[in-house]
């Protein structure tokens, strides 16, 4: 399908219906408030202050819903009241979602909305990304998933019609090393450090990794650090607030994920980070099943392994490939 057309699955899912959004003012989550605006009954933006978000990300939250006329309500859920998630095991982000979304559903629920979706797309499905489980659970509707979107796609329609959004709204827990416990200290820090780096230089996109004593600060324009002494600056301020070193990733932060396959002769493979829950996975599939044991799953076209791995084979193009590739990630249930 054109953009055009994923565009228009997404609102006819949309469409003259009670919608709430789990809304961080981010590109997905401010196209689907965007489009809701266009065809919804009513709308609701529901947003999160767990207290671990980048400096002004509520008060960019209240101005896109704002601009788009629609009901916005910000509900206080202090992190740092949360023992299990301050913990920062592999698990926090699922911990961190599963906070979140029953907040979130009862908030919708309450206000009388019965449709709660969220900004998951299709390229989510292929990162190591735990918290759709909650998404899952909490049946919560993905309307991006549904319409086969691409985190490059979105951007994509959101630059076409002019539409702003916040390009920083990751929780910063995520910059800080699993099994290092949180504290509002070293959130803190990373907050103001991150806030240096944006207000002095013309970069939109900081990520400040703390491992340990180190700082490695990611962006989305290596080149802007590099000049007129900038690097130099911004070593000694982010020294000057604890680090012991601090060093530049020189790769650009680049956001626009898509998924793409090896595709060769009618087959490819595609491996995923994390493993499979054939047991869950079986129960989405159906009559789809050819075969299945402990290790394995297979369709008609293609094989899902236990271990992460998905084969393909006997397509006819590689469209045919990457949509049925795309059929099943919206199937596949993963372990945390």
């Avoid at 802007?224 to 900038?230: F, L, P, T, V």
């Amino acid at each position: 399908m054109k953009l055009n057309e994923k565009i228009d699955v997404v609102k006819d899912m949309l469409a003259n219906k009670k919608v709430a959004i789990g809304f961080s003012g981010g590109a997905d989550s401010t196209l689907l408030a965007y489009l809701s605006s266009q065809v919804s009954k009513d709308t609701l933006a529901i947003t999160i202050d767990n207290h671990l978000l980048p400096i002004n990300f509520i008060d960019n939250t209240k101005e896109i819903a704002k601009t788009y006329n629609i009901k916005h309500e910000i509900i206080d859920l202090d992190f740092y009241n949360e023992e299990e998630f301050l913990k920062n095991t592999s698990e926090r982000c699922f911990n961190c979602r599963d906070l979140m979304y029953t907040t979130i559903k009862r908030v919708a629920r309450d206000n009388g909305f019965d449709f709660i979706c969220d900004g998951n797309n299709i390229s989510d499905l292929v990162n190591n990304r735990p918290g759709i489980l909650i998404t899952y659970r909490e049946n919560f509707k993905t309307p991006f998933i549904k319409a086969k979107l691409t985190s490059k796609e979105i951007h994509e329609y959101l630059d076409k019609n002019n539409i702003s959004y916040s390009k920083s709204t990751t929780c910063l827990a995520t910059r800080i090393q699993t099994d290092t416990s949180l504290s509002k200290k070293n959130i803190e820090r990373i907050k103001y450090c991150e806030d240096y780096i944006l207000t002095n230089t013309n970069c939109k996109i900081v990520k400040l990794r703390n491992i340990g004593e180190f700082g490695i600060y990611e962006v989305d324009n290596p080149k802007e650090i590099m000049k007129d002494g900038k690097f130099k600056q911004i070593n000694d301020e982010l020294k000057s607030n604890g680090f012991k070193k601090i060093a530049l990733n020189l790769t650009p932060i680049d956001d626009n994920e898509y998924i793409s396959l090896d595709y060769v002769g009618g087959s490819f493979k595609y491996k995923l980070p994390f493993t499979i829950n054939l047991k869950k996975t079986l129960h989405k599939l159906g009559n789809e099943i050819i075969f299945k044991s402990n290790k394995k799953i297979k369709l008609e076209k293609i094989t899902i392994y236990s271990n992460g791995l998905i084969k393909g084979e006997n397509f006819k193009s590689y469209d045919e490939a990457l949509d049925k590739f795309m059929d099943v990630l919206s199937k596949l249930r993963r372990n945390v």
